[in-house]
């Protein structure tokens, strides 16, 4: 019996890898498609840069807190 | 001659063997009422958010199946009905099985913690424990009652999808899991009445050669009687309506009047007519479930009270 790159065994195993291998694909692509989703419910994010930015500082007239 | 053909006599197992494992057809009833309980919950969720919650508790009920499969191979080999699942007929390894019932277990937990909340999360895990641990292992060899507290399990889905949107738990989300749990044991107790002994004498008690069937005859319709008044408060929350409320109000009516019509029947009689009171109320029993959830749903999508 000569060596074959594709053993029968191969043949046996095919539903079991290409379903397999499906299933990794759609899991890949669920959590991608999660991702695009889950970002855009965040609101608007800023990524911080260590620039000084109007955005970042605290407001003048903010109420201080009070420590007893 | 040493070959390399050493598999050749073991059966493969196929693709569809490891989905079997999963119980697709109980995981259709945890879909369904999962996405009822995520559907009628106030706030809403991205369609895509909600899919996915789904799809994760889902594959949770699926991988406690799968334990469920690994722990009782023993008695699956024994029952007619069983003696194909994967594991008795040799396709499936038994610690294969159980790798897949963990790992997918611990997926599905995280994936729904990801996606929704960690509490419907953290509910999603008690669910699988209370499966597999307290109704497999615990309760199913040990007490007729068995198909009572292993109702919960069933009964949980609803819960858990209503938590995905909610974050918690509410009156509306208890009552859901009291029309599936206080429906088990009638739809189940109707189910053996007509069935062969097999599960006893693969050693799982039931209720009808534990106790007689006489005491199963009044056990569903008892249950029929605690179940209406569940079913008709749900109709009264947030998620109830008129339509709810009527479908609620007949199906209850004529699922007592079944279990009433079980009472009183000899067993003679029943067995000269192959058990057709008990067959049918026990296909009324299926209807029963799916159309008070399919109310819930339209009343849903309509608006309550």
């Known amino acids: 019996m000569g060596i074959q790159a594709e053993h029968e065994i191969h043949a046996r195993r095919r539903s079991r890898n290409v379903g397999l291998g499906l299933v990794l694909v ?3 692509a669920l959590v991608f498609a999660l991702t695009v989703v889950k970002v855009r419910q965040g609101g608007l994010i800023e990524g911080f840069d260590h620039q000084p930015r109007v955005s970042l500082t605290p407001l003048e007239d903010a109420p201080q807190e009070v420590t007893p | 001659m040493a070959d390399i053909n050493a598999y050749e006599h073991t059966p493969e197992a196929q693709f569809g063997d490891y989905v079997a494992l999963l119980k697709p057809r109980v995981m259709s009833l945890v879909v369904f009422t999962a996405f009822v309980g995520l559907w009628v919950a106030p706030g809403s969720v991205h369609p895509f ?3 996915c919650s789904v799809l994760f508790i889902a594959l949770g009920g ?3 199946g799968a334990l469920n499969m690994w722990y009782d191979r023993d008695i699956d080999a024994i029952m007619t009905r069983t003696q194909s699942r994967p594991i008795p007929s040799g396709r499936v390894e038994p610690s294969e099985a159980l790798g897949v019932g963990i790992v997918l277990s611990v997926i599905s937990v995280m994936m729904l913690g990801l996606v929704a909340n960690w509490f419907a999360a953290g509910f999603l ?3 699988i424990f209370f499966y597999a641990v307290v109704y497999t292992v615990w309760l199913k060899r040990w007490t007729p009652q068995n198909i009572v507290i292993g109702g919960a399990a069933g009964a949980f889905p609803p819960m858990i999808g209503w938590a995905c949107v909610t974050g918690g738990i509410s009156i509306e989300s208890l009552l859901m899991f009291a029309l599936v749990f206080f429906w088990t044991p ?5 189910l ?3 069935m062969k002994e097999d599960y006893h004498n693969a050693g799982v008690p039931m209720l009808t050669v534990t106790h007689g069937r006489r005491s199963a005859r009044r056990h569903i319709f ?6 209406a008044p569940f079913a008709i408060w749900l109709g009264l929350t947030s998620v109830g309506g008129p339509l709810y409320m009527a479908v609620a109000v007949v199906l209850n009516a004529m699922f007592i009047h079944g279990g009433w019509k079980i009472l009183k029947r000899q067993e003679e009689q029943a067995i000269a ?3 057709s009171v008990e067959k049918r109320v026990f296909k009324l029993s299926l209807i029963y479930l799916f159309v008070h959830f399919f109310a819930l749903l339209v009343q849903g999508w309509m608006g309550g009270w």
Do not use: N, Q
Not at chain 2, 186 to 190: L, Q
Not at chain 2, 222 to 227: E, G, H, I, N
């Open chain 1, 26 to 28: 759609c899991f890949v």
């Open chain 2, 49 to 51: 958010i909600g899919f």
């Open chain 2, 62 to 64: 699926g991988a406690s």
């Open chain 2, 125 to 127: 895990a008690f669910t």
């Open chain 2, 186 to 190: 009638p739809h189940f107790w109707a």
């Open chain 2, 192 to 194: 053996a009445l007509f």
């Open chain 2, 222 to 227: 008892a249950y029929t009687l605690v179940l």
């Open chain 2, 273 to 275: 007519d192959g058990y």
